[in-house]
């Protein structure tokens, strides 16, 4: 593990071949039940670079009309989200610090030349837990700011198995996906990237 900046928390490799492999069959299982959607931006409409599900008690999604939001059923089906794999669970037990349990996990497939803006993860009620981030599949450049919108910004590459952690004073910084490498991994049969970012939602103190 290495500290990149004070709440940033970068664990290269934490997840090896087998365990990848067996989170990718893990994350297929939840998207049989809760299928990959195509998310859009509030009040335009306009399609994101992703496809996405969630996992958990409740699940990310926006639409058009009513923006960005969390909710316990899939916005295509109405089905309840599935639970989060226990192999994620005990990720965040070891990387969190936070006594209280995700709540949602983010599932975001990103193709050949999918990207995404940046942006702060600020949907959330209870700041005071991080967001714990797995990269699965073909590796990206990851670009990160700080907690203002224009400022500095600095690029990672991400590769499968990798976990970054934001928390505490860097919770709330801007992130975002610059490109991805096509065929960098062999993890996913016809390329890409997953991306699995788990959130505590509600205040945990009430």
Known sequence: M????????YYPDH?????????VDAIRDVVRVAPLFV??????GKPMHVRMSNCGQLGWVTDKDNGYRYQPTHPQTGRAWPPIP????????????????????LINFYGDSAK?????????????????????????LFRIGGT?????????????GDVIVLGGPSRLRYHGVDRIYPASSTLLKDGG??????????????
């Open 15 to 23: 997840f090896d071949r087998p365990a990848q492999e067996a989170l």
């Open 116 to 140: 995404m803006g940046l942006h702060q993860d600020r949907d959330e009620q209870e700041f005071a837990a991080p967001v714990v981030s797995v990269s699965l599949g073909d590796d990206c």
């Open 39 to 44: 998310p859009v931006m509030p009040r335009t």
């Open 86 to 105: 226990p192999a994620l669970l005990q990720l965040w037990d070891d990387v969190a610090g936070f006594d209280a349990p995700p709540e949602a996990c």
């Open 148 to 160: 203002e919108r224009g400022g500095p910004t600095q690029s990672m590459r991400l590769r499968s």
């Open 193 to 206: 990237r997953i991306n699995l970012t788990l959130r505590r939602v509600s205040n945990a103190s009430i």
């Open 2 to 9: 290495s500290t990149l900046a004070e709440g940033i928390s």
